[in-house]
């Protein structure tokens, strides 16, 4: 089992960045795919981003691509979500989630097993 801590969050105005990281309990940390998901107020938590197990394959959706940049780092057991042009639309709590030993990309919250406990982004017009 792993547990998940995110950190990074914060108010931070339209067009500005923000870094998120999510380190994880245990030494099989390669072994997981990871992703990141948002959930604003009233609505269903929706995906943002994924990543393969070595990092090699990365995943985003339409919403955040070409602004966003998921990486991890196994070596820290930490994987990091690079949030550059923030919008007031990005404004949610971010979720990273985990799931031992998927062969791919996952793009859907059933698809993992692990989450952390979130961490709030406020981003302001």
């Known amino acids: 089992q792993v547990q998940l801590v995110e950190s990074g969050g914060g108010l931070v105005q339209a067009g500005g960045s923000l870094r998120l990281s999510c380190t994880a309990s245990?030494?099989?940390?390669?072994?997981?795919?990871m992703g990141w998901f948002r959930q604003a107020p009233g609505k269903e938590r929706e995906f943002v981003a994924a990543i393969s197990r070595s990092g090699d394959k990365t995943y985003y959706a339409d919403a955040v691509k070409g602004r966003f940049t998921i990486s991890r780092d196994n070596a820290k057991n930490t994987v990091y979500l690079q949030m550059n042009s923030l919008k007031p639309e990005d404004a949610a709590v971010y979720y990273c989630?985990?799931?031992?030993?998927?062969?791919?990309?996952?793009?859907?919250?059933?698809?993992?097993?692990?989450w952390g406990q979130g961490t709030q982004v406020t981003v302001s017009s």
């Open positions: 245990g030494r099989t940390f390669s072994s997981y795919a």
């Open positions: 989630a985990a799931q031992k030993l998927a062969p791919g990309l996952l793009t859907h919250t059933y698809e993992y097993d692990y």
